[in-house]
């Protein structure tokens, strides 16, 4: 009997190198500004088409600016990546989503929007957090730069098999608890090695109940806890999320496809290499309080004292300014930041103004929000949550990558603490000298109007 990761993986090998890696089939490949360029390049050196360009999609997110789009990017780097991009995207015939038009935005919140990505698929794209196209039931992962010349010229790739692991949460969530705080529990308890090798298989009540924007989240974070991916298998939630989406199957191929995705599940006596099994209600909101995403607390605990030891965990915490056995709760916060590929969905804006619906943004904090995507952006509109946030003293900035990471102009300044609910608080990966705390959007939105860290619950109308 199969998992669901085997399925998947055995229906898309094209043969078993002996001795050696597996050669997988790649249904789909993203290809971003950042680690594409080399890529096209090896192509050129040896004179090679892309095999199926009907497979590939382009698009720029990294080095976007998230405001005045409509104009040549000022910094000479980033557009210069932009523009490559596209001419490659041109000159090999390939689909390019260029910036500022209606379908650009972050590459992992347009592939599942646009129904690009869908259950049963194997995708890759050269950046790591691929794993979020997980969420559909689709084994996804990043690569390297070399591995996307690999695939552009064969859509196949050379891969050893990741083992499988069965992440089960059961329970209901409480108060305030989001996915965003689910992943963030997660990479404490497993550390940002403890998936280290295995392809993850998120299930129990709480998967189940999640919306498809909150199971984007989790699967986002799964490379934090040094998984090669995540997913979860497609449900009804999934069918009711892809159904009329622009890429989607429609008529008679939508009812057949659904009948597939419906197989697309582990056997019930399916034997994993680690199972591991958690209870919701022991998750409060969450935050980060060091240099990496496991180094995370509930939001009303104190700091840990045992990290006199940990040579690493202690020049981590002096990096942050903060001490062990302090609390974090009342800590003033400089900069908060809405957006990225892990919480740049509109959930994740309806979160966000349900706090700070009626309130004013705290004075002399800089806020950044930012929708994943050109989309997104259109849906807030029409759900009048600009007038919500407007009011309240926010701006909302145009799609792209922001303050996720210091590769365009929305960059944190040395020593200021950004309250972010992005996917990663590693030194400068905000702007140099930069400190981040990760947060889900209800966290972020309870510091926004008050200034300091909040306990979200406190903030929640009932």
Same mark, same amino acid.
């Given at each position: 009997m199969k998992t669901l990761f085997d399925k998947i993986w055995d229906a898309h090998v094209v043969q078993q190198v002996p001795d050696g890696p597996t050669q997988l089939y790649i249904d789909r490949l993203y290809c971003h500004e950042v680690t594409s360029p080399q890529a096209f390049d090896g192509l050129r050196r040896r004179g090679l088409r892309c095999f199926r360009p009907e497979r590939i999609v382009c698009m720029p997110?990294? *080095?976007?600016?998230?405001?005045?789009?409509?104009?040549?990017? /000022?910094?000479?780097? /980033?557009?210069?990546?932009?523009?490559? !991009?596209?001419? *490659?995207?041109?000159?090999?015939? !390939?689909?390019?989503?260029?910036? *500022?038009?209606?379908? *650009?935005?972050?590459?992992?919140v347009v592939g599942p929007e646009k129904g690009l990505s869908l259950p049963g698929m194997t995708i890759v794209c050269g950046d790591s957090h691929t794993s979020t196209h997980g969420a559909v039931g689709a084994v996804a992962f990043g690569i390297g730069t070399s591995e996307v010349e690999q695939v552009m010229a064969s859509q196949c790739i050379l891969q050893q098999k990741p083992k499988s692991m069965r992440i089960t949460i059961n329970g209901r969530l409480g108060r305030a608890v989001t996915p965003k705080d689910v992943a963030l529990y997660l990479m404490a308890q497993l550390t940002t090695s403890g998936a280290t090798g295995y392809f993850v298989e998120y299930a129990g009540d709480v998967i189940t109940a999640m919306s498809m924007e909150g199971r984007l989240t989790l699967c986002n974070l799964s490379i934090e806890m040094g998984a090669r991916g995540g997913f979860i298998a497609p449900d009804d939630t999934t069918f009711e999320y892809l159904k009329g989406r622009e890429h989607a199957p429609k008529g008679d191929a939508w009812d057949k496809a659904v009948s597939y995705w419906r197989t697309l599940r582990s056997d019930d006596d399916a034997v994993y290499d680690k199972e591991l099994t958690f209870n919701a209600e022991d998750i409060e909101p969450r935050i980060t309080y060091g240099t990496n995403p496991g180094m995370g607390i509930g939001i009303t605990d104190n700091l840990p004292t045992n990290l006199k030891s940990q040579t690493s965990n202690l020049k981590s915490l002096q990096y942050m300014g903060f001490r062990p056995g302090q609390r974090l709760l009342g800590t003033k916060v400089d900069y908060v930041f809405l957006g990225a590929c892990t919480n740049g969905r509109i959930e994740d804006f309806r979160a966000f103004a349900s706090i700070v619906k009626g309130r004013k943004k705290a004075d002399g904090l800089i806020a950044w929000l930012v929708p994943g995507s050109w989309a997104v952006l259109r849906q807030i509109h029409d759900e009048g949550l600009d007038s919500v946030l407007q009011e309240a003293g926010f701006e909302i900035r145009q799609p792209g990558c922001s303050a996720c990471l210091a590769m365009n102009d929305d960059k944190v300044p040395a020593?200021?603490?950004? !309250?972010?609910? /992005?996917?990663?608080?590693?030194?400068?990966?905000?702007?140099?000298?930069?400190?981040?705390?990760?947060? /889900?959007? !209800?966290?972020?939105?309870?510091?926004?109007?008050?200034g300091v860290i909040t306990d979200p619950r406190e903030m929640l109308i009932s």
């Open positions: 997110d990294h *080095n976007t600016p998230t405001h005045d789009q409509d104009k040549p990017i /000022s910094d000479p780097v /980033s557009r210069h990546q932009v523009e490559t !991009l596209q001419r *490659n995207a041109h000159d090999f015939g !390939l689909t390019h989503y260029a910036m *500022n038009t209606p379908d *650009n935005g972050i590459i992992h020593g200021k603490l950004c !309250l972010s609910t /992005s996917n990663r608080n590693f030194e400068g990966r905000q702007g140099p000298g930069a400190r981040t705390i990760l947060c /889900s959007p !209800l966290t972020a939105a309870a510091a926004a109007v008050t």
